[in-house]
Structure formats: structure tokens, C-alpha cells
């Protein structure tokens, strides 16, 4: 249940812009801007979507995408949702996601798709467990190295994340061009891949720690999602569940 104060709408304005890339600036901790506001400007006049979280008028999260085509299926691709720390964890993210999923089944589209690193469990778990996404892909330092305080210079791999809206453009009826991967059938394993109590500390406390993390993930994770292998769930001592098919020769 949301909050019956909380508020989500989309936004145009430039004074609307300003106060998302100022808000985001806050949550990630960083000196340059995450986003302009001539890009969100832009996003929203092309038909991107462009939303706010609010209270009693306060500005206190915010989402931003553009429509795309990930394996030929048309799709909102959420690039950034950004939430204060103050309300983090009270059910604005869930409500935005939401907002987001009904913005894009009221104009036919059947998918939304976002990033994010697979080193963050409470992401993991969000993503996976509460609003039952799929894992599509596993990009391997996809924005390169990020120098805002919550990346802390790392290398950015990513899980692609797909959340069908419940609508369908009708525009293809083959499932290769669905941007999510079928379980695969036949013989196979299920291998867990765990991760950090929580990285954004230990990138603080333990780079080295850190950075042999995200090579462990990526070896143990990332080569086997490109390889062909099906996330099915994220467990909540922090690890990942993955089907691996066993090829018969």
C-alpha cells in the first residue's frame, strides 16, 4: 500500500528539470549533474517519460527513461529512478516502478527494461523477488568507471532487468525477440552465486575486497547469463539462482 500523501506525476517544465538533476545530485553524491535540463526536456517533449515523486508538494524521488527497441520489442528503458535517503525503503521506489508500469500499458508497450550492478542485494532482491523481473542480459563494465560516492571509481557491469507491462503491441509473435531469456528445458543445473553484506560500504572499507567481488560475480554470474544461463530468483542470504543448461552432444 502506498502512502496516501505520495504524489507521482510526470513532469515538463524546465523549473520541474532543475529540481530532478538537483535531487539527483543529493542521492548519488556527486559534484557534476547526472542529467541536464535540456535532456529531460528533450526526453519529455519526444514522448520519454519523465516523472516526480512528491509530498505536500516536496520533491523526494524521481524517474527518468526513453522508449527503445532491445532485441526488436519496443520498450520504456528506465535509465535513472533516484530516490532521497530519507524515504528510502518506505515504498516510494515500488510506487514509482508502479507509475512507471502504468504509464507505458497505457500506450501499448509491453516492456520495461532498466540496469543495475549486480553487487547490490537490496536491488537484487527488489528487482527479482518484489517485482518479479526477469534478468535479460549481463552487460561487463557497461558505463565504464563511475566516479560518483556511490560507485566509487569502480568498473559499472550491469544486469539488464525486463518487467512486462501486461500489454502487447501485437508486433511480434517470436519469442527470440523478447528482450528476456526462457528457462531453458532439458537437463541442467541450479548453481547460487552469492554477494557482499553490502557493497557501497566495502567500497568504502575494503576496495581491494570490493574490486575482487565484482570479478567474482562477473566470472561466476556474468559468464554463465552470457553463456545462455536463466536467473530465476535472488535468495535472502544474498545470492543469486541460476539454471545452467547441460548441453547434450
Sequence with gaps: MHDPGLEIRTLETPDDMASIATMFQQVWGSVEPIVGVELLRALAYS????????????????????????HGEEALHSHVTGILPGVQHSGVGRAVKDHQREWA?????????????????????????????????YLVNFYGQMNDSINTDEESDRLVIAWSTGSSTGSSTDTASEPVRAVPSGPGRV??????????????????????????????????????????????????VTHVHDRVD
Excluded: M
Aim: hydrophobic share 45%.
Design 47 to 70: 514522448g520519454g517519460y519523465v516523472a516526480g515523486a512528491f509530498v505536500a508538494d516536496h520533491l523526494i524521488g524521481a524517474s527518468f527513461g526513453f522508449l527503445g527497441r532491445p
Design 105 to 137: 500499458a497505457e500506450r501499448n508497450i509491453p516492456w520495461i527494461t532498466w540496469t543495475f550492478d549486480p553487487l547490490v542485494r537490496r536491488n537484487a532482491w527488489f528487482n527479482l523477488e518484489v517485482l518479479k523481473a526477469q534478468v535479460a542480459d
Design 191 to 240: 548453481i547460487h552465486v552469492p554477494t557482499p553484506d553490502d557493497i557501497v560500504v566495502l567500497r568504502r572499507t575494503d576496495p581491494t575486497a570490493a574490486a575482487e567481488w565484482r570479478l567474482r560475480v562477473r566470472a561466476e554470474l556474468g559468464d554463465r547469463v552470457i553463456a545462455g544461463a536463466v536467473v530465476t530468483g535472488f535468495t535472502r542470504d544474498g545470492s543469486y
